[in-house]
C-alpha cells in the first residue's frame, strides 16, 4: 500500500468520526438544552423525556435493519443516503416550534443516526485489516462512541448559553453537507451485494414498537402506578411482541438479526454487556447534566465544562493508549478494569452533596469516569467484531449498537422513574439530591454487572505477537 492511499485511509477515518460524532452527539447535546426546551415549548417533566426518547428509540429500533442495508447495497451509499436523512431532519428539528414536530423529527434523526451508525464500523472493519491498524481505528471511533456523549454536553452548553437551543439541531447541517462530500471523495465504492430474500422490515417494527411501548410503560411507571392495568399491559404486550421477534427470526429467509449470530461467544456477550453499559452511561450522562444544573445551578456552559476532563482523558486514550493495552492485555481485562472504574465514578456522584464543590465532590467523579470509559469502549467494540464474517459486519454492527442504545433508552427510563419516586412531589434542592443519589446507585449496579457478566463470560481476545510488533511500529 502506497503512503497515499494510507493517508486516504486515515482520512476517511476521520470522514467516519464526524459522521459517527454527529448522531453520538445528538444522543447528549440536547441534555443541557433540556430546561430551556421545556420553557419553550411548554413540555411537562414526564413528556420531556420523549424529547430523548424518540431519538434513542428509532435509532436503536432501525439499527439492525439499517445494518443489513449496508450489508445488501454497498456500506458508502447507504453510510450517504443516512448523513443525508439525519441532516434534513435536524433542519426540522431545528426550526420546531411545537412539542409535536420536535418528537417526530427527532425519531426521523434516529432512523438517519441508525443507518450511520450501523455502516461507519462496517467500512472501519474493511478498510483496516490489519490488527494494529484495526485496533487503533476502533480506539479512535471508541473515542467518539463514549466520549461523543461528554462532548456533546459542552457543546450544548457553548450553543445554548451563546445562542439558543434551536441551534443545537442546526449547527448539523453544514457538518452533514461537508461529510457527505468527504465520503464521495475518500471512502470506498461498491460492496454490493444482490439480496437473498426479502428485506424483514416486519422484524424491523416488531423490535421498535415492543421497546417503544416498554419504555412508555416505565416513563409513566411512577404516574399511573407500577402495578396498575396499563404499565402492566403495556409491559405484556411489549414482551409479547418480542418473544413474536424472535420467532419470526428464526423462521423468515433473510432475517432482520440472523439467531445464529448469538452461537458466537463473544457477539452474545459483548451486547449483554452493551446494555448494561449503555444503561450505566446514561447515568453519567443525563443525571449528572441535570444534577449540575438543577441542583448545584450550574449554567449550561459550566456543565459543559465540568465534562471537559473526562474528554480529553477519554481523547488520550483514543489516540493510542487504549489501543496498547489491548495489545498487550487482551480485551477482557482492561474492559473489566474500565467498568470497575465505571461504577466508582458513578459511585461517587451517588455521595455528592448538595451544597457540592467542584474541586473535591464533581472533579474526580469526572476524572475516574474519564479512565474508565476510555479503557472500556475499544475493548468492547473489538470483542463485538471479533468473531463475525466480513459479509456479515454491517448487521453485527447494527445489533450492537442496537443494544447501547436500546440499553440506554430503558436505562434512562428506569432511572429517571427511580429518582422521581424517591423526589416524590417535592421540588426542593434536597429531595432533587436524594432522588439522583437513588439513581446514580442503580447506575453503578448497572456498571458493575456489565463488568461481572464480562468477567465471567468474556473470551479473551488476544493480539499476536506480529500485530504487536506493527501497533509499535505504528506508534
Given at each position: 500500500m502506497t503512503i497515499a492511499d494510507t493517508r486516504k485511509k486515515w482520512l476517511a477515518l476521520i470522514v467516519l468520526c464526524l459522521g459517527d460524532l454527529l448522531i453520538v452527539l445528538d444522543v447528549s447535546i440536547v441534555n443541557v438544552a433540556?430546561?430551556?426546551?421545556?420553557?419553550d415549548l411548554a413540555f411537562s417533566e414526564s413528556s420531556l423525556a420523549w424529547v430523548l426518547n424518540a431519538?434513542?428509540?428509532?435509532?436503536?429500533?432501525?439499527?439492525?435493519l439499517a445494518g443489513r442495508f449496508g450489508d445488501l447495497f454497498g456500506h458508502r451509499r447507504v453510510f450517504v443516503l443516512g448523513v443525508g436523512l439525519f441532516t434534513i431532519a435536524s433542519l426540522a428539528c431545528g426550526l420546531a416550534g411545537s412539542q409535536e414536530v420536535l418528537i417526530g423529527a427527532r425519531a426521523i434523526q434516529g432512523i438517519g443516526g441508525a443507518v450511520v451508525a450501523a455502516v461507519a464500523l462496517s467500512l472501519i472493519m474493511t478498510l483496516f485489516t490489519e490488527p494494529a491498524e484495526r485496533a487503533k481505528a476502533m480506539g479512535v471511533i471508541g473515542f467518539v462512541a463514549a466520549g461523543g456523549g461528554s462532548i456533546g454536553v459542552l457543546a450544548g452548553g457553548v450553543i445554548t448559553d451563546l445562542f439558543s437551543w434551536h441551534w443545537i439541531f442546526l449547527v448539523n447541517i453544514p457538518i452533514g453537507i461537508g461529510v457527505i462530500a468527504a465520503c464521495l471523495v475518500l471512502l470506498p465504492?461498491?460492496?454490493?451485494?444482490?439480496?437473498?430474500?426479502?428485506?424483514?422490515?416486519?422484524?424491523?417494527i416488531l423490535v421498535t414498537g415492543s421497546l417503544m411501548l416498554a419504555v412508555y410503560a416505565i416513563v409513566n411507571g411512577n404516574e399511573q402506578g407500577w402495578t396498575s392495568a396499563q404499565t402492566l399491559g403495556l409491559l405484556g404486550v411489549a414482551a409479547a411482541a418480542l418473544a413474536f421477534f424472535v420467532w419470526l427470526e428464526s423462521r423468515v429467509d433473510a432475517p432482520l438479526m440472523p439467531l445464529g449470530l448469538f452461537k458466537l461467544r463473544s457477539v452474545a456477550t459483548s451486547n449483554i454487556v452493551g446494555i448494561l453499559w449503555s444503561?450505566?452511561?446514561f447515568a453519567m450522562f443525563f443525571l449528572s447534566a441535570l444534577y449540575l444544573q438543577l441542583v448545584l445551578g450550574y449554567s449550561p456552559l459550566e456543565v459543559g465544562l465540568a465534562f471537559l476532563p473526562a474528554n480529553l482523558i477519554m481523547g488520550a486514550f483514543s489516540i493510542g493508549l487504549s489501543a496498547k493495552i489491548v495489545m498487550r492485555y487482551g480485551t477482557r481485562l482492561p474492559l473489566v478494569t474500565g467498568m470497575g472504574l465505571v461504577a466508582l465514578g458513578l459511585g461517587l456522584f451517588a455521595r455528592a452533596p448538595v451544597d457540592a464543590s467542584f474541586t473535591t465532590d464533581v472533579?474526580?467523579?469526572?476524572?475516574?469516569?474519564?479512565?474508565?470509559?476510555?479503557?472500556?469502549?475499544?475493548p468492547l467494540l473489538l470483542a463485538a467484531m471479533s468473531d463475525v464474517k466480513p459479509e456479515e459486519a454491517g448487521l453485527a454492527s447494527g445489533i450492537v449498537n442496537t443494544s447501547f442504545m436500546m440499553g440506554g433508552a430503558l436505562g434512562l427510563a428506569v432511572?429517571?422513574?427511580?429518582?422521581?419516586?424517591?423526589?416524590?412531589?417535592?421540588?426542593?434542592?434536597?429531595?432533587?439530591?436524594?432522588?439522583?443519589?437513588?439513581?446514580?446507585?442503580?447506575?453503578?449496579?448497572?456498571?458493575?454487572?456489565?463488568?461481572?457478566?464480562?468477567?465471567?463470560?468474556?473470551?479473551?481476545?488476544?493480539?499476536?505477537a506480529e500485530a504487536g510488533e506493527e501497533l509499535l511500529h505504528a506508534a
Open positions: 433540556l430546561p430551556s426546551i421545556r420553557e431519538y434513542t428509540l428509532t435509532f436503536g429500533g432501525f439499527m439492525l465504492g461498491g460492496g454490493a451485494r444482490p439480496a437473498g430474500g426479502r428485506l424483514d422490515a416486519a422484524g424491523a444503561a450505566a452511561m472533579l474526580p467523579s469526572m476524572v475516574v469516569l474519564g479512565i474508565g470509559i476510555g479503557m472500556a469502549m475499544n432511572l429517571a422513574s427511580v429518582a422521581a419516586a424517591r423526589t416524590g412531589d417535592s421540588s426542593s434542592v434536597a429531595a432533587l439530591t436524594e432522588g439522583y443519589h437513588a439513581a446514580f446507585v442503580v447506575g453503578t449496579v448497572f456498571a458493575l454487572a456489565a463488568g461481572v457478566v464480562a468477567a465471567v463470560f468474556m473470551r479473551d481476545a488476544h493480539a499476536s
